[in-house]
């Protein structure tokens, strides 16, 4: 079968960093991606590993070492609009090469508080 | 602008009816998906498709079915064997392979069933 696990509720404080961190189990494994989500909202693409080692984007880093089957997101530098849900979701690979066919996990409840 | 529209954002209807979302995407991307997300849950993906004229179950298809009639255009039918189809239902679209696979998100259609 095909799994992600994250945690389900991380709690912070304005300005503090954060750590979300994403085991996986799966077949055809490509890449790792992840996405936020504001409460009924869509769901944005924040950021993506192919190849181990860590990807900055602003405040936002993401890490993925493959030999472990695990990933993290870190927020650095917390504000209150990040409070919201963090999903990370394996691309994966079929006989044709990459595919863009992600599976979800089941997404980590941010919350920041001042 | 450029995105993906999904229409109606809010939708009601009574067990046993057969129900329509609507999914518009002007990005000119090949792919297209639906995802189907529960209070609290991660995203599983319901169906796909890589190009017009085509498309593949996802994990949860039982109960639904999709046409791909158009490149824009990505409709997906709840129909009455689907057991319980009160969700919030994502639409999203990509290029067909792409860097990062990337998913473009509508909004979102929020179905209650009474």
């Known amino acids: 079968g095909q799994s992600l696990e994250q945690p389900s509720e991380v709690t912070a404080v304005e300005g503090a960093i954060v750590q979300i961190n994403c085991t996986y189990q799966t077949s055809g494994f490509y890449g790792l991606s992840w996405y936020q989500q504001h409460d009924g909202g869509a769901p944005t693409f924040l950021s993506y590993?192919?190849?181990?080692g860590l990807e900055e984007t602003g405040r936002f880093s993401s890490f993925l070492s493959r030999s472990d089957s695990y990933g993290y997101l870190l927020l650095q530098e917390l504000q209150m609009k990040d409070s919201a849900s963090y999903f990370c979701?394996?691309?994966?690979?079929?006989?044709?090469?990459?595919?863009?066919?992600?599976?979800f996990g089941t997404g980590t409840l941010l919350a920041v508080q001042p | 602008d450029g995105g993906i529209t999904q229409s109606p954002k809010y939708l009601f209807r009574k067990e046993g009816q057969n129900v329509t979302l609507s999914c518009e995407q002007n990005l000119n991307h090949d792919a297209m998906y639906w995802y189907r997300q529960d209070p609290g849950q991660g995203l599983r993906l319901i169906y796909y498709?890589?190009?017009?004229?085509?498309?593949q179950k996802g994990d949860i298809a039982e109960g639904y079915s999709v046409s791909r009639e158009k490149k824009e255009s990505f409709p997906l039918t709840v129909t009455s064997a689907q057991k319980n189809p009160t969700a919030f239902y994502l639409c999203a679209s990509s290029m067909r392979t792409g860097d990062t696979g990337e998913l473009f998100f509508g909004e979102g259609s929020r179905l209650t069933v009474l």
């Open positions: 498709s890589q190009i017009v004229n085509d498309f």
């Open positions: 979701a394996v691309r994966t690979l079929n006989y044709g090469g990459a595919t863009n066919k992600l599976i």
């Open positions: 590993n192919a190849l181990d």
